[in-house]
């Protein structure tokens, strides 16, 4: 993806193996600026407060944390406690356990003084998959737009939520990616950036990354989204997945079961793009997908930029008035047209998934035993 024109990725480790570079997202869309993170607890940190997010980029950055612990001490102690750390910072998106567990089992059965440079190596492969499985994402998501471009004649209305763009991901974005496909194929396309309160992901992340790229968009309030639909001002939607379970159940941004609600009643397809590490095979339903409760501040403040051109926050309720912040909700696999991932379009189903992830099988039951700690996670 271009930033100011320039080819970019999300995240970045310098040739000294002394940090990684990110884009702070807190900063975005006012600022863009380039962190190092030097450590991993500085890793961990940046990925609680939000500093990179999205499913994909979580697990990326984590698994650069392990690379960075490697730097300080490569004994299984150490490398354990780094994954005990990072493994707390956000609970929903299962790429940050996929991406810690394959660390361990890449590093573990290696001799110390071998860890370093393999830690570096997977992490960036890691990374290189990513960006091969959104692109693949992006070419099958493309036939679903260039179909219904066909048939309507005209400009494709896509609506999507939160961001799951090349900002939630090494590069590309996985919701974001048939958008960026079809806008190269000169397919004409419009798309609805939904806020995404709290954080307002749409907002600020979504609209920036699609207004650098040159793709048309518009941002709406979430709760215009069941009008847009009911007028028939939205031809298809697609959302990302922090977590989708056995069963089709997706984990997404709160807000999207209402899109998906909202898009059965109207007749609206409703696709979920998603790469294989969010795929939780041992998960039989959404039922169990531990759901992040962020701190109510990012409720009841907001923040944005102030006349003078400050990075400011406001609040917005009353002083005494409490709020609660689920950070992501469940979208029942029924929902679900389909689901787009690097290897094709599958039914939200276990049959659709295990079509289309035959080798998972065996993992279709749940593991006794994760390497993180020594126990499940
Ligand atoms: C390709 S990212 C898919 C999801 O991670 C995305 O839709 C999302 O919900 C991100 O949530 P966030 O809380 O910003 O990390």
Same mark, same amino acid.
């Given at each position: ?166 900002? +939630?991901?090494? #590069?590309?974005?996985?919701? &974001? @990616?048939? $958008?960026?496909?079809?806008?190269? =194929?000169?397919? %004409? /396309? ?112 907001? +923040?944005?930029? #102030?006349?003078?051109?400050? &990075? @400011?926050? $406001?609040?917005?309720?009353?002083? =005494?008035?409490? %709020? /609660? ?53």
């Amino acid at each position: 993806m271009r930033v100011h024109g320039i080819p970019t990725r999300t995240i970045q480790p310098l040739a000294d193996g002394s940090a990684v570079e990110i884009i702070d997202q807190t900063r975005l869309p006012h600022r863009y600026e380039i962190k190092r993170l030097a450590s991993w607890q500085e890793a961990a940190e940046a990925i609680s407060v939000m500093r990179v997010r999205g499913a994909p980029l979580i697990g990326a950055t984590a698994a650069y944390g392990l690379a960075l612990a490697c730097q300080a001490d490569t004994n299984d102690t150490a490398l354990h406690a780094a994954a005990a750390g990072l493994i707390e910072t956000r609970p929903t998106a299962v790429n940050l356990r996929w991406a810690l567990e394959r660390m361990l089992s890449r590093l573990l059965p290696l001799a110390p003084g071998q860890r370093r440079e393999a830690a570096w190596h997977e992490a960036a492969a890691i990374c290189e998959e990513d960006v091969a499985q959104n692109q693949a994402i992006g070419r099958h998501g493309l036939e679903i737009i260039r179909a219904i471009h066909q048939r309507k004649g005209g400009a494709v209305n896509l609506m999507t939520h939160c961001n799951a763009g090349w900002l +939630a991901t090494v #590069d590309w974005g996985t919701a &974001l @990616a048939p $958008v960026y496909a079809a806008f190269e =194929a000169g397919i %004409a /396309l419009d798309v609805w950036v939904s806020e995404t309160r709290p954080r307002n992901q749409g907002a600020a992340l979504t609209a920036w990354e699609l207004e650098q790229h040159g793709v048309p968009h518009t941002v709406i309030a979430d709760n215009a989204a069941g009008h847009l639909m009911q007028k028939g001002e939205v031809d298809l939607i697609i959302v990302g997945a922090d977590r989708v379970a056995a069963n089709g159940d997706v984990a997404n941004k709160i807000g999207t079961y209402l899109k998906a609600l909202a898009a059965r009643d109207n007749g609206v397809p409703f696709y979920v793009a998603a790469p294989g590490p969010s795929i939780d095979f041992r998960l039989a339903s959404g039922a169990g997908i531990p759901i992040e409760q962020r701190a109510a501040r990012e409720v009841t403040h907001i +923040a944005g930029r #102030d006349v003078e051109g400050e &990075l @400011a926050e $406001v609040q917005l309720t009353p002083d =005494a008035s409490p %709020a /609660l912040n689920p950070a992501f909700d469940v979208t029942p696999a029924r929902l679900v047209t389909g689901l787009i991932t690097e290897r094709g379009v599958c039914a939200a189903s276990t049959a659709g998934l295990r079509g289309l992830y035959p080798e998972e099988g065996a993992n279709f039951i749940p593991l006794p035993t994760s390497p993180i700690n020594g126990g499940g996670v």
